[in-house]
């Protein structure tokens, strides 16, 4: 997002539109009242536009099942509009991004629509949050991904549209690996189911018959909206050793829940970065873990306590001990389904820890920490607390990839922080503040660099666009995909160093919706950006690296 | 269709153009499909030479069919509709890398899996099969074609074990998947500690999904990366036979879903015995010994207290198989633990192990949920009772995929040369039926395809698009799937 979506004048949709909108959901589910229609248009989170607005949409409609949504997708068809989907709406990527956008606001589409315990998947409406699922999958011993954003948001946004990254990934993978069928209202109207849904055979098997359709509605990063409406998703379930009803009294940092009898949380601290990473490769190997994470400890402080941190930032003794002495941490919550396995689980844990020279904490026993962690991890539920060091925060992610290069990701994000917190552009979180989680037992690793900015400070509002600008070009120099892949601003110049990744999309965008009615914002458009206030050494680079890493005809430089 | 040698000869060196008739008749006829008129064969030592060929390909209307096994042909996919240049990429059979560290080996389509395994286990690796790959199988294409592994625990998702790939789509175009596709060429990448371990993407994309099972009609694969696992220092195979397979199945979904037991597959006594017998003459005496149905399924320890883990895993193991109402052994007729690991760790003997009994096979397998899989079964029994075909040359192999939320199902039919007519009525009978029955036919070979699309027009109508956008002159294994304009 730049101020370039700022909205500068107001379209209004005719009345003709607006009428087919309401024989599509029924007046009293569409609105174009300004007031309504700048609620859906305040999208702060993980937008670095200095104004924090995107485009207002034309009207808003809430439809409440699949014959609805086609019927709004076919008036959009008709009357030249476009369309984005909102499922529920955490960050600014359901946001619009053209003037004439429909808002379609799934909220009323929120239910589960079946459990199959045996075979674990769940069958769940675009509303339908990762709260509930949990909830209902626990009483069935079983479990659901939920990501790192949270337990209010949409499962089905993440997994059909969006990413799907969480700290439960280590044992219950990505958002996209777990989808085993959706179905999907094309920008044309038309419901394709994928998978063996389409031959009416069930929601069990996402690929084929023969090619997967699934490689096109999406790929590590979803379509962003660009792409239709996904109306219903089927997603694996996992195992869930714990008690069907989690007894929780309070809410978030007040939460206090009775641990589950073989869940372990271990805190684990090694000395230098080498040790970790063994430690860590051990930890996949030997199929250890429920949810791992590593956070560090300064940014556990920052988010639970924000304040004290500013206060002992000052201190150099104890900015050390944060930052140094703790540096090289992990997270791990065990979880057995018998008491012999937690016990070989812990034992294995204890071994690979002291193997690497470090030292770990059991903190589930502990009455002061253990009643709190357990729903903030399994449920997510302390994400919320990210906003309150300065009211807002961005992240900058790097290709997932093998562990060892996330952890250069995070040492080069702190790096790039510790810059920017220098000259005042960003708070001082200690700069080191990755989100760091394992796919698969260590299949893969996952880093993103959180940074927390006051979006009252101008200095901080100036600073986004450079980060953003500096964080794509530093990934670009350590060969990794950006998160910046996803936006309008560098998809020129990026998806020639990958194979013209936005060609394809462009193609399949085309075919799936000649006539432009999907927000592509997201998608596959491509906009120019204004490298004006980008340090000149940055854009040195950046054409360097356009230089050294743009494909040629034969495929990439070697 | 014109196919001018010179052209193909300038491209690969005439030395890798053959129209050896004895060469070529592999591909004239495999399990139910035949009519393949393959011209040519080219050998291909290249990307660069590749697309060079699908360009000249799309010049002059060239059919070019990518093929990376050794024959003897099973499934069908590489016999041509009509005419074709067959590319074969045995050749081009480098295992390029293999990291340790990160258990991933970069394969190009020729490595066999007899190949691949020594290099593996010397490394401390294991790789994840699927059950008794003919020798001379490409691994790369069995994970094309997604073909089921044995251990469920690290079948995550459809794509497993495939990762990475360089792509040839049917424009011509390179295209890279996965983490693969850079920034950065492979050489810059592992400088900079990438693995090329991630599968998804690149960004909005994830065409290694659109190609795996699309039969080579889509793209050339011209390598992969390939998951690998820790191999175990403590091994121990287990059977528990039974008479009844809905305790089997029990037993089954109590064990994977908390991840339990590496291998995991049921058999019938049919195909138990076949998988089993080290004299395939005595399948038949072994299979009337045999349980109806047997679990066979693994416990392992790997680096860290191997011992307790499996103690772990095996008295957990045995409380599931007691609530089940079954209970496991260490050996079946004919076969110990030992013999079993060893088989499941292992590509087919010659003759491959279906063929040796009774001279020919047919499998009609397809996908479902293991609680439905009696129902098939059933479905299966009466339609060889209506053909008059012996039950007990009917094998049954279940394979729990996806941690155990699927199951790939398969029958083979075994036969000889003097039933060959009914075992093939048989083949076109149960398919129809099974699949009047609900079976997801997800790789649709042969006869299968019209089965299959006939069922699904919206998936059809996405995938010809799909198609026409990577392969728009239809230069690759044309007519194949759903490619074929008559099957809706
Ligand atoms: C504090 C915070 C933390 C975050 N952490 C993570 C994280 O750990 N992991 C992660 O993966 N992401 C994270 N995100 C990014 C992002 O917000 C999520 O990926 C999430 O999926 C989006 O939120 P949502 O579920 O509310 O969906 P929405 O905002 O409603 O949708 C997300 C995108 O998908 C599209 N979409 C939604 N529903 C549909 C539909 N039915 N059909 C078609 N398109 C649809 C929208 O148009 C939008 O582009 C985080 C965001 C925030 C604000």
């Known amino acids: 997002m730049t101020s370039e979506t700022m909205t500068q004048s107001f379209e209004t949709i005719s009345d003709e539109a607006y009428r087919d909108l309401e024989a599509a959901v029924g007046a009293e589910y569409v609105s174009r009242e300004p007031g309504v229609l700048d609620g859906y248009t305040w999208q702060p989170t993980i937008n670095d536009d200095p104004a924090k607005w995107v485009k207002r949409p034309v009207a808003v409609v809430l439809p409440s099942c699949t014959e609805e949504v086609q019927e709004v997708v076919r008036a959009c068809n008709r009357h030249g509009l476009k369309f984005k989907a909102f499922s529920t709406g955490w960050g600014v990527y359901s946001g619009c991004t053209y003037d004439n956008v429909v808002q379609v606001d799934l909220r009323r589409m929120n239910r589960i629509l079946e459990i199959d315990e045996k075979n674990m998947y769940a069958v769940i409406e675009p509303y339908n949050c990762g709260a509930q699922l949990q909830a209902e999958a626990m009483k069935l011993g079983l479990n659901a991904h939920i990501i790192g954003a949270g337990p209010a948001c949409s499962p089905l946004a993440s997994a059909t549209s969006g990413w799907g990254v969480g700290w439960d990934g280590v044992y219950m993978s990505y958002g996209h690996r777990n989808l085993l069928g959706a179905e999907w209202v094309l920008p044309d109207g038309e419901v394709l189911r994928v998978g063996s849904l389409d031959s009416g055979l069930g929601w069990f098997s996402p690929d084929g018959p023969g090619p997967s359709l699934r490689g096109i509605m999406r790929g590590s990063a979803g379509a962003l909206g660009g792409l239709g409406i996904f109306t219903k998703c089927s997603l694996k379930l996992y195992n869930w050793p714990g008690p069907p009803h989690m007894k929780t009294e309070g809410v978030m940092l007040d939460a206090q829940t009775e641990p589950p009898e073989h869940m372990r949380f271990h805190l684990c601290f090694f000395p230098d970065r080498a040790s970790l990473d063994e430690a860590v490769y051990k930890m996949g190997e030997s199929e250890l873990a429920y949810i791992f994470t590593r956070t560090a400890v300064g940014a556990y402080v920052n988010t639970f306590a924000p304040h004290l941190l500013q206060n002992v930032s000052r201190t150099r003794a104890f900015r050390d001990v944060l930052s140094k002495t703790l540096k090289w941490g992990c997270t791990i919550i065990l979880v057995g389904n018998s008491e012999d396995e937690i016990v070989f689980q812990e034992a294995v844990l204890k071994e690979i820890v002291s193997g690497q020279g470090g030292l770990s904490m059991e903190t589930m026993q502990a009455a002061a920490i253990g009643p709190m962690m357990v729903m903030n991890f399994l449920r997510v539920s302390a994400i919320p607390m990210v906003f309150r060091a300065g009211g807002l925060f961005s992240t900058a992610l790097a290709r997932n990839e093998a562990w060892d290069t996330q952890m250069d990701w995070a040492e080069k994000g702190e790096k790039i922080k510790q810059r920017w917190i220098d000259r005042g552009g960003i708070l001082d979180d200690l700069a080191d503040n990755p989100f760091m989680a394992l796919y698969e037992q260590n299949t893969w690793g996952h880093c993103e660099e959180i940074f927390q900015y006051n979006a009252r400070d101008p200095k901080h509002l100036a600073s986004l666009e450079p980060l953003f600008v500096e964080f794509s070009v530093a990934a670009m120099e350590m060969c990794m995909e950006p998160l910046s892949v996803t936006d309008a601003r560098l998809r020129e110049v990026i998806s020639p160093m990958m194979g013209h990744y936005n060609e394809w999309q462009k193609k399949i965008s085309l075919f799936l919706d000649a006539r432009r009615a999907a927000d592509t914002g997201m998608y596959c458009d491509e906009v120019d950006i204004d490298l004006s206030k980008i340090d000149p050494e940055i854009r040195e680079t950046l054409d360097r690296m356009v230089a050294k890493l743009t494909w040629s005809e034969e495929g990439p430089p070697s | ?488």
């Not at chain 2, 060196?13 to 495999?30: C, I, K, M």
């Open chain 2, 1 to 488: 269709m014109a196919m001018d040698k010179d052209k193909l000869s300038a491209i690969v060196g005439s030395e890798n153009v053959s129209e050896d008739p004895d060469l070529l008749a592999t591909w004239r006829q495999a399990g139910p499909v035949s009519g393949g008129e393959p011209q040519l064969l080219v050998r291909p030592r290249s990307t660069a030479e590749v697309r060079e060929l699908v360009k000249l390909a799309r010049a002059e209307g060239i059919n070019l069919v990518f093929s990376s096994s050794a024959p003897p042909r099973v499934r069908g996919d590489s016999v041509p509709a009509g005419e074709a240049v067959i590319v074969d990429m045995s050749g081009m059979d480098e295992l390029v890398r293999l990291d340790r560290r990160n258990k991933v080996a970069l394969i190009e389509p020729g490595v066999t899996f007899e190949r691949l395994i020594p290099e593996v286990d010397k490394a401390g690796l294991k790789v994840l099969m699927p059950l008794l790959p003919k020798r001379g199988k490409s691994v790369l294409a069995s994970a094309l074609e997604r073909e089921p592994i044995t251990i469920p625990k690290y079948h995550w998702d459809m794509t497993d074990p495939m990762l990475c790939t360089e792509l040839v789509f049917g424009t011509g175009d390179l295209f890279r998947t996965g983490s693969a596709a850079g920034p950065g060429s492979l050489e810059q990448q592992w400088a900079a500690g990438g693995a090329q371990k991630n599968p998804m993407g690149p960004a909005q994309t994830d065409f290694v999904r659109v190609v795996q099972g699309s039969q080579g009609t889509l793209a050339a694969v011209m390598w992969c990366t390939l998951k690998l696992e820790v191999k175990p220092s403590i091994h121990r195979i287990y059977f528990v036979p039974d008479a009844r397979l809905s305790r089997l199945s029990d037993f089954t979904y109590r064990a994977l879903r908390p991840k339990l037991g590496d291998e995991w597959l049921i058999l019938s006594a049919r195909q138990l015995a076949t998988v089993t017998a080290e004299d395939p003459s005595r399948v038949d005496e072994l299979a009337a010994q045999m349980a109806p149905w047997t679990v066979v399924y693994g416990v392992s320890g790997y680096e860290y207290l191997p011992e307790m883990r499996v103690a772990y895993q095996e008295k957990d193991l045995a409380a599931h198989a007691q609530a089940a109402g079954v209970m496991a052994a260490s050996e079946v007729p004919g076969c110990s633990a030992k013999r079993m690991e060893r088989i499941l760790a292992s590509p087919s003997p010659e003759p491959y192990y279906k063929a040796a009994p009774k001279g020919a096979f047919m499998d009609i397998f397809f996908l479902t949920t293991l609680d439905r899989v009696p129902h098939f079964v059933s479905v299966m029994e009466a339609e060889a009772g209506k053909h008059g075909y012996p039950p007990e040359r009917v094998g049954t192999y279940i394979q729990p995929i996806q941690q155990g939320r699927n199951v790939h199902l398969e029958f083979t039919l075994y036969y000889d040369s003097a039933d060959a007519a009914k075992a093939g009525e048989l083949f076109t009978s149960a398919s129809q039926a099974l699949s009047e029955a609900g079976a997801f036919f997800s790789r649709p070979y042969g006869p299968w395809a019209d089965l299959a699309y006939a069922r699904c027009p919206d998936t059809v109508a996405a995938l010809r698009k799909v198609k026409d956008m990577l392969d728009p002159d239809g230069v690759l294994n044309r007519g194949k799937l759903c490619f074929t304009r008559e099957v809706v």
